[in-house]
């Protein structure tokens, strides 16, 4: 399920780890600090509004992603980033299982994972959403942002991925400041 492009962008230490906006890495996602971190982003203005559409016909998925800009500033670096991900992931073989940091509750509560062994066997887990494919690299796509309208085409060749569960989200936290 690695996506090695998106692995290495977010430049976990360990895990599990958490990126809020592309802007603050490696924070604790522990339920009693991921409430402030992602608090502190959401009341910071968007300048963009995002939009797009995606068709699949066969193997080949389309996106059309689409932006308008609230703001026009030559001098600062917008990029877009456009992740494909599929819900509802799940299997038996080795790999489809989870490690637990939370097992035995040593590291607090999270949502019955307390519960749940060291090793959760994967016919116990289903994964949502798990992305299948990063269209622009983590810190977004150079030269992706114009400065006032932007309409961008990808095509991706989906192989063996569930196509009734794929989905490709445009993210204003994407948009990078850099």
């Known amino acids: 399920m690695l996506v090695s492009a998106y692995d290495g962008g977010a430049a976990f230490s360990g895990f ?28 910071i ?27 026009n500033n030559p001098n600062t670096n917008f990029k877009l980033a456009v992740v494909v991900t599929e819900d509802g992931v799940k299997g038996t073989a080795a790999g489809y299982a989870q490690k637990n940091y939370y097992a035995g509750a040593g590291n607090g ?11 959760v066997p994967a016919a116990q887990m289903i994964y949502d959403p798990v992305g299948r494919a990063l269209l622009s690299g983590y810190q977004g796509q150079d030269g992706s942002v114009p400065a006032e309208l932007l309409l961008f085409y990808y095509q991706l060749l989906i192989q063996l991925y569930n196509s009734s569960k794929l ?12």
């Open 109 to 119: 509560a999270m949502g019955g994972f307390e519960n749940l062994p060291e090793t």
């Open 45 to 71: 203005p968007t300048p963009v509004k995002l939009s797009g559409d995606y068709s699949i016909s066969g193997t080949q998925l389309t996106a059309n992603v689409n932006g308008q800009f609230f703001i």
């Open 16 to 43: 599990p780890g958490m990126n809020v906006d592309r802007e603050l890495k490696g924070v604790d996602p522990g339920p009693s600090g991921i409430n402030g971190f992602v608090t502190s982003r959401k009341n």
């Open 167 to 178: 989905c490709c989200r445009q993210h204003p936290c994407c948009c990078s400041f850099n």
